[in-house]
């Protein structure tokens, strides 16, 4: 029983290291791959903003899949669940409703 | 000389007039044709502005009273269907799908998970969500959740009902079968698992931009979870379809999430809780539940795709207390009532591989883990390995393929083949 719970221990923290390290790799080697191409400000665009907050849990739908009106309430209800700020939900929202 | 000149002169000029003159007949008759000519032309062209201008302005008149009517009947149709302030949208997703595991004859399966969302005004909104699923000769109606949003200002927003716990990661933001990238949830996750999916109560939750970074933060209190103490199999689980609290203590709790970029979050969650009821023996035990989660959702050129790495884990501490099952066994069953559980899981879609075919497909592996209390009579530690085949249709419709490896630590083993296509609206 001991002997199981200390391989499940070591499983256990062994994958979590093993992601942090993935992580961390893989974040450097996106950074230096992104340095050539980024220009020199920080801020991020409206389709920066869009498409990096809004594919963090699942697929990017197309603009034209709502209406104005039904993207207001879309946006509204992700504001809440991909915790954006007021900026970047109008800045998200007025790129989705120009672009259906 | 002068005479003979003048009369050259007189003689050619009369010559010439000889030549060029009309008679007074003539002239007078040509005179009359001319004028004839002048008041018919004249009458012409009076008739003829008076044709035109007649002819124009009741054409265009009558076209305009036309467009009158038609812009007429536009408004009344836009009025008729003015949208008015509130704006609705019917979300969810739709599952269906066939598992085969060792322990169970195979079956299809399908359900119909409906979310409807209302926007009152831009800081009130409403979202609920309904779990349609195939029981044993019935359909199952679950309310999945009820809440109503209100946005106090920039950096909080409030919420009532019975909303998703803000506890790790999953239930909030994956468990819709059109985000999770397997058919299943892991093992801490299922409603019988070491997390509450959802709480009925009020939270106060919202976002801290801190330069690029963003800090999130979500508590909440609720009623918590119940005990399990008359079911041998969950002797000393946490129940959390406690709707209705079986005691006046509430549970509480909360999460942090640190994103130092929008591909990245790592976070924190905690939950205290009294889980007895009232009255009972029980009415002292405490539970703890905390643990960490990571995400980072990213595409990697160099790998010619995007990746997707999640991991929760959870530890939850119940109080020891001694069942007696009612009186029925004796001495009463007494063991440390600490769990543990969660998953860690990695995703590779080849997204920039150029190939249109590979683009669609997605590769999924997942470990997941609970592992009982020790000393419990009926519980067994659990590991699984799943692979994952995913082929996305559309952004939001996949067919997934998996297959379930299962390492029990006793007892038997479960492997199981899932199928899944799920359209998310």
């Keep these: 029983m001991n002997t199981k719970r200390n391989t499940t221990r070591w499983i256990v923290s062994l994958s979590g290291l093993m992601m942090l390290i993935l992580v961390i790799s893989l974040t450097a080697c996106q950074s230096t791959a992104a340095d050539g191409e980024m220009d020199d400000s920080d801020e991020m665009g409206a389709s920066e903003i869009w498409e990096r907050n809004c594919a963090r849990c699942h697929n990017i739908r197309s603009p034209s899949t709502l209406s104005d009106k039904q993207w207001e309430t879309a946006v509204m209800h992700m504001r809440v669940r991909a915790n954006l700020t007021p900026k970047e939900q109008r800045l998200i929202l007025e790129l989705l409703k120009a672009g259906n | ?425």
């Design chain 2, 1 to 425: 000389m002068i005479p003979a000149i003048l009369m050259i002169v007189v003689f050619t000029g009369s010559f010439a007039r000889a030549q060029d003159s009309v008679s007074r007949e003539e002239f007078d008759a040509l005179k009359a044709s001319y004028e004839n000519l002048l008041s018919r032309f004249n009458n012409m062209s009076t008739d003829f502005d008076a044709l035109k201008e007649e002819g124009s302005t009741s054409e265009l008149r009558e076209e305009l009273e036309e467009l009158i009517e038609e812009i007429e009947q536009v408004d009344l149709k836009a009025i008729a269907g003015r949208p008015g302030t509130t704006g609705f949208l019917a979300a969810g997703f739709a599952t269906t799908g066939f598992v085969d595991f060792d322990d169970n004859d195979s079956t299809f399966g399908a359900s119909f998970t409906p979310v409807f969302l209302w926007k009152f005004t831009d800081n009130l909104m409403v979202e609920a969500e309904l779990d349609l699923s195939l029981g044993d000769g019935t359909t199952e109606v679950e309310l999945e959740y009820i809440q109503i949003l209100y946005t106090v200002n920039d950096y909080v927003t409030v919420g009532a009902g019975k909303f998703l716990t803000p506890f790790g990661m999953f239930w909030e933001r994956l468990h819709p079968s059109w985000i999770n990238k397997l058919p299943d949830a892991p093992l801490s996750m299922r409603h019988t698992g070491l997390v509450p999916p959802t709480t009925v109560g009020v939270q106060v939750r919202g976002v801290i931009p801190i330069d690029s970074m963003k800090l999130n933060y979500a508590f909440f209190v609720g009623n918590g979870p119940s005990l399990a103490t008359e079911d041998l199999d969950h002797l000393g689980n946490l129940e959390y379809e406690n709707f209705i609290d079986n005691n006046g203590n509430k549970a509480f709790g909360g999460r942090l999430g640190f994103q130092p970029f929008p591909e990245l979050e790592i976070g924190y969650s905690a939950y205290f809780a009294k889980v007895g009821s009232s009255g009972s023996e029980f009415r002292n035990v405490d539970a703890t539940l905390h643990g960490p989660y990571l995400a980072y959702v990213s595409p990697i050129p160099a790998l010619a795709g995007s990746i997707d790495v999640r991991f929760e884990w959870t530890w939850s501490d119940v109080d020891d207390a001694s069942y007696d099952l009612g009186g029925t066994v004796t001495p009463p069953i007494v063991f440390d009532n600490r769990r543990s559980g969660g998953y860690a899981q990695v995703a590779y879609r080849p997204s920039l591989s150029g190939v249109s075919f590979l683009e669609d497909l997605e590769f999924v592996f997942r470990f997941d883990r609970i592992d009982n209390a020790a000393g419990h009579p009926d519980a067994i530690d659990r590991n699984g390995y799943t692979v994952g085949l995913n082929y996305w249709l559309e952004p939001n419709s996949v067919v997934k393929l998996a297959f379930r490896f299962d390492d029990p630590e006793g007892g038997e083993k479960n492997d199981g083949l899932m199928i899944q296509w799920t359209v998310g609206f």
